[in-house]
Structures are given as structure tokens and as C-alpha cells.
């Protein structure tokens, strides 16, 4: 089965071609960065009009450097939901029309469910079962995946996401956007000595997350220094206070995974979401999976951001299992991943 792929959820335009026997044929990326930049975060009617103008010259090229037709696909999956609803409403509605002009079937996909498959694209994926830790911008959660569509929520984020906060916090250090990566690159020149940061509920039973307190104590963190330094931080402090912070999520998604890992005795974690491609998360992750005999997945890092080769993969499989959706359809900008089997379609709308 070769499925088209339509990823349009939040900041960036992604679409892809994957075919159940060869693979994944071709993707292709459009980013909103520099679009949003000047505005400091995602300005949400920017981004819909920007997937407008985008989408379909990228899906043009994309089945130009697949050299295929659009005759030859066997179904269109495109991204439902969680996320901007005017952003979820360009893919949904382009892919469902593409699906009705070309006569085969459409499947709406949960966006974090396209996250959690990531990994299956990669040479080696894991077997199932396996634990999935879905760690993005807006999302924090540990997942049990026994199968497709067989997904048993494990904890959650109460508040902030562990992406969010990186976001946040690298604003309050005066790092461009998108803050994440850069408070990353900038913690590499940290001292991890210098400030200790709390480990928000780990001193408690529980898989659930909060990091709304974490960005908080940053805040708290960065006045008490800037008062302590004549109003301006050192380049040295702000690395310094990167560093404590990032070691501080990275310590609290490390102990929360161990505990979902014995938990529920499987040996297999998927770390997947855009946090995913952070490099001293990988490292400490990789080394606690070794002490639990065990092994650690990750997507290539192109694949962990949002992109159209994951919508195009998750909905290749169901389409597989014979779901689609009916010609009428809706998006869903909340979309809890305990109603997965539940679907999108809403035949009253």
C-alpha cells in the first residue's frame, strides 16, 4: 500500500510517500521559523495561511522527487489532531479532497501517535511491546504500546511541557526562537555545579510530570543573579543557569522512564518528539537502558520534529487494518491519546 502522507499541526508543513513494501519513497519539509522568529512564538493565524500557500506546490514536489503519479497512491493520511485547529483544518481538508478526487480511501492520524511510530521508520526499529516516552513542545507523556491503536496511557503532564519549558526558559535567558535548541547548544558551555535545580515530582510515586515549577525557580533563578551582577547576566552565568535547568529535565524524564521501564517490565524505550533529538537526554538515557538490560530507540533527529514521513507511516498501517473516514470529518485541537479508538470522524457535523 503507498500512502501520502500530510503533516500541518502546528509551525511546519511536512508531507510524505511511504509504501508498505519499499518503504518510505520520499518527504519533504517546510519549516515556519524564520516566519514566527520576530514574533518570539507561533503566531496561529500565520501559520494556517502559511500551510495554504505551502502545501500543495510541497506535495507537487514531493511526487516529483518520489517520480511518482498521483494515480499510483492507495490512500491519503493527513494529521487530525491534537494541535492549531485553522493549522489541522488546511491538511485535513486538502488531504480528504485529494482522497476524494482520487478515489481511495483517507484516514485521519493522532498526532502523537505519528510521533510514537517514528522510530518503527529507522533500519532497526523496536519490536513490541515497548514503553514510548512522547516528549515535545506541547506534550510530556509515557506511553505502553502493545501494537497499532493499542495504546495504554501511563502519565502525563499536569501543566507545562517539557518542550514548552525549554522554550520558555530559553526566552528568559534572551535566546532567539526556537529557544529549545539553542538553551541546549548553550549549556554546553555550563558549569553543572554551579546551580542545583529541583526534580519536580520525583520525590513521589507517580508517572505524571509538572514543569510549569521548574520554569518558575529558572525565573527566580535568573533575577537573583541579574540583581547579584548589576542587572545583566554574564555569558557565563547564562549558560551556567542552561545547564542547571536542562539537567534538571533530563534527570526528571530519566527517572520517570526507569520507573514506566520496571513498571511494566519491558525492556524496549522509544523517545520520540522534538525534545527526543536533545543530546544529553540520549546519552543519559542510553547509559540507564543499559543498566536494565535493556535498549533505547530514538528516530533520526530530521524525524523527530514534526514531519509528514510519520503521518504517512501511522496511516499506512491503519489503512492496512481497513479503517478510513468518512467524507465528512472534523480535526480535533485536544485529542487525549486514551481515545484513540474512539476516532475523529463526527457523521453530525
Known amino acids: 500500500m503507498r500512502v501520502l502522507g500530510i503533516e500541518t499541526s502546528c509551525d511546519e508543513t511536512g508531507v510524505a510517500v511511504y509504501d508498505s513494501e519499499q518503504g518510505m519513497l520520499a518527504h519533504a519539509l517546510h519549516s515556519q521559523v524564520e516566519l514566527h522568529a520576530e514574533y518570539g512564538g507561533v503566531v496561529p493565524e500565520l501559520a494556517s495561511r502559511d500551510h495554504v500557500r505551502k502545501l500543495l506546490p510541497l506535495v507537487r514536489q514531493l511526487f516529483q522527487d518520489a517520480g511518482i503519479e498521483a494515480s499510483s497512491l492507495d490512500g491519503v493520511a493527513y494529521t487530525a489532531g491534537p494541535g492549531l485547529v485553522g493549522a489541522l483544518l488546511v491538511g485535513a481538508s486538502v488531504g480528504r479532497s485529494m482522497a476524494w478526487a482520487w478515489g481511495v480511501p483517507a484516514i485521519a492520524v493522532h498526532h502523537m501517535e ?87 515530582m520525583t520525590d513521589r510515586p507517580g508517572l505524571d510530570f509538572s514543569f510549569s515549577g521548574l520554569k518558575t525557580f529558572a525565573l527566580n533563578t535568573i533575577q537573583q543573579a541579574e540583581r547579584q551582577e548589576g542587572g545583566s547576566l554574564s555569558d557565563t552565568t547564562r549558560a551556567d543557569i542552561a545547564r542547571a535547568f536542562e539537567e534538571a529535565v533530563v534527570d526528571t524524564l530519566l527517572i520517570k522512564c526507569r520507573r514506566a521501564v520496571r513498571q511494566c517490565a519491558i525492556k524496549r524505550l522509544v523517545l520520540a518528539g522534538g525534545v527526543s533529538a536533545n543530546q544529553r537526554l540520549r546519552q543519559r538515557i542510553d547509559s540507564m537502558m543499559e543498566g536494565e538490560a535493556g535498549t533505547a530507540y530514538y528516530p533520526r533527529p530530521k524525524f523527530c520534529t514534526d514531519n509528514g514521513a510519520m503521518i504517512a507511516y501511522a496511516g499506512c498501517q491503519h489503512l492496512l487494518a481497513g479503517e478510513s473516514e468518512a467524507l465528512r470529518f472534523t480535526v480535533r485541537s485536544r485529542w487525549p491519546m486514551d481515545e484513540l479508538g474512539e476516532g475523529v470522524s463526527d457523521p453530525g457535523l
Request: no cysteine.
Open 114 to 200: 505519528g510521533h510514537l511510530l517514528a522510530p518503527m521508520l529507522e533500519p532497526d526499529p523496536p519490536a513490541f511491546p515497548f514503553i514510548a516516552m512522547l516528549v515535545s513542545g506541547g506534550h510530556t507523556q509515557l506511553v505502553e504500546v502493545e501494537g497499532i491503536g493499542r495504546y495504554r496511557l501511563l502519565g502525563d503532564t499536569l501543566d507545562d511541557a517539557a518542550g514548552e519549558a525549554f522554550d520558555k526558559t530559553a526566552k528568559l535567558l534572551g535566546l532567539p526562537y526556537p529557544g529549545g535548541p539553542e538553551l541546549a547548544k548553550l549549556a554546553e558551555r555550563g558549569d553543572p555545579d554551579r546551580y542545583k535545580f529541583p526534580r519536580p
